[in-house]
């Protein structure tokens, strides 16, 4: 894999750092799994391997194995749909920037030898720059995790359920909701809005151009604080993701304000076993917090049959669009609307 030309290209399609680091994470993941990317590109275009990643609503209600290897923690659709979505980037990639066989093979091996080269010069110590610093300062990690737990400031459980009824009244009557935009610079968030119109006649779905004003309003009201005036180096985070999601984007019980020096641990900034277990503290109690949302949230996507008629309404965008956009967008929009298991 080349995973310097893949980042290079990344950056030029005007992707960002958090975001580049992801998906070069992502394909070396599938990479140590099921064998280099750049080998299942010349067998096939990465056509098996592509059929390996995909992993359906049906599959995981039926609680089925994946065809691949790869070990994923948590969500097995999500895990599944973002590796597969990370490939498809490098297989863009490839083509893109129209190497060669012989090129990329060739590059694959200079790229091999040079790390031979630096594992044979030095052995440096793996270093972890969170128990670098807990170490230095003398802090038990259990105590570091709970003042981050501890300082992240939510709504009320009953501020947020009053907010939640509010927002399904809005969707389902009509009235404007918020989005993050869909696609680089929200190239291709119409198709979101599209969908809205389809599942709930609303035609009042409007792309946060900030990405982030929305919630950022919403969590101050709910919880009284002003960021810069009342608040300093505090992040608005969403907890559970689903930004395409109206009612999730715009949900106080899905955001907060996380203290800036933790806030790369609830997300992808942070990499190795510190965030893997801050994340299932800090989920965890937000799953506590905001059970009562959280449960009213899934009988909504059961009720609304939301997840089996997304596929309904792809399919009337076909001929459209891009067969590949389409593709992405169906697996992109299940997992926006997935249910939060508790």
């Known amino acids: 894999m080349d995973e310097k030309g893949f980042r290079c290209w990344l950056q030029q399609e005007g992707y960002n750092n958090g975001t580049i680091n992801s998906r070069v994470s992502n394909c070396i993941r599938v990479c140590d799994a099921e064998g280099d990317l750049d080998e299942h590109y010349f067998v096939d275009k990465c056509n098996s391997l592509l059929e390996k990643l995909t992993y359906t609503v049906a599959n995981q209600r039926n609680s089925d194995k994946p065809k691949h290897c790869i070990p994923i923690k948590g969500n097995m659709f999500n895990g599944t749909a973002t590796l597969k979505q990370a490939v498809n980037l490098y297989i863009k990639f490839l083509m893109d920037t129209k190497f060669t066989q012989t090129e990329i093979m060739a590059n694959k091996k200079t790229i091999e030898k040079e790390v031979v080269k630096k594992i044979v010069t030095t052995s440096p110590k793996t270093l972890d720059s969170y128990a670098q610093f807990l170490e230095y300062f003398d802090i038990d990690k259990k105590l570091f995790y709970d003042f981050g737990i501890d300082n992240t400031i ?32 929200g190239k291709h968030t119409e198709l979101y809005f599209k969908l809205y119109s389809y599942l709930f006649d609303n035609s009042n779905i409007n792309e946060d151009k900030t990405n982030n004003a ?43 304000f996380t203290p800036k020096l933790f806030d790369p641990l609830t997300g992808h900034e942070a990499k190795g076993p510190w965030p893997e277990e801050y994340q299932r503290i800090f989920i965890d109690k937000s799953q506590q917090r905001f059970e009562k949302c959280i449960l009213d949230y899934n009988e909504f996507v059961k009720t609304k049959n939301i997840l089996e ?30 249910e939060i298991r508790i």
Do not use: M
Request: proline share 5%; glycine share 6%.
């Open 154 to 185: 939510y709504a009320s459980p009953e501020y947020a359920y009053e907010q939640w009824k509010k927002l399904k009244n809005q969707l389902l009557e009509n009235k404007p909701l918020t989005i993050r935009g869909y696609g680089r610079q």
């Open 214 to 256: 929305v919630p950022r309003k919403n969590i101050q009201s709910a919880t009284g604080h002003r960021t810069n005036i009342t608040l300093f180096n505090y992040q608005c985070s969403h907890i559970f993701g689903h930004t395409k999601n109206p009612l999730l984007f715009e949900a106080v019980w899905n955001i907060c």
């Open 309 to 338: 008629r997304i596929p309904r309404f792809v399919e009337t965008l076909v001929g459209e669009y891009d067969s590949i956009l389409l593709g992405k967008f169906q697996e992109d929009a299940l997992a926006e609307w997935q």
